[in-house]
């Protein structure tokens, strides 16, 4: 319960910088994500991520289930990492250049989304193709490109 309450905390703390635009780095946006410390799709996720130009505070955590429960990501989109930034949820491994494209648009949406852990999202190139969803406050999803 306490670990919960914390995770809880942590992440409402978070999401109330994001909404009030946490700082920016010369210009960029600062986006933070929650990953395990053992994975290394996700360490590779966050390398592209600063390599497009993200300043990227990661928190490692052992219990990634509490944090998608207190951000509310509906249970069909999980994936191995969550991130926020400007107010919005990324979940898995949407591409760098989506990110900011919600973060320009600021559209009326929760956030994105790459359910599951498609090989292709990594660069693999013999992988299948796979969707980029967008999701409400409702958990509706809408496909906004093909990768």
């Known amino acids: 319960m306490l670990r919960t ?57 052992n219990d990634l289930a509490s944090v998608n429960r207190a951000l509310g990501i509906p249970g069909k989109l999980l994936a191995c990492h969550t991130a926020v930034v400007g ?27 790459v359910p599951g852990m498609p090989a292709r999202a990594m660069g693999d190139s013999t992988g299948a193709s796979f969707n980029i969803l967008s999701f409400d406050d409702s958990g509706h999803t809408h496909v906004v490109a093909h990768r």
């Open 87 to 113: 107010g919005y949820l990324i979940e898995g491994h949407v591409p760098a250049d989506l990110v900011r494209q919600v973060l320009a648009d600021k559209p009326p949406l929760r956030g994105l989304a």
């Open 5 to 61: 309450t914390f995770a809880a905390a942590v992440v409402a703390a978070t999401l109330s910088l994001a909404a009030a635009g946490l700082p920016e780095h010369h210009g960029t946006p600062t986006i933070t994500v929650y990953k395990s410390p053992t994975c290394s799709c996700c360490k590779a996720w966050v390398d592209q991520i600063r390599a497009a130009g993200f300043q990227v505070v990661v928190r490692d955590t």
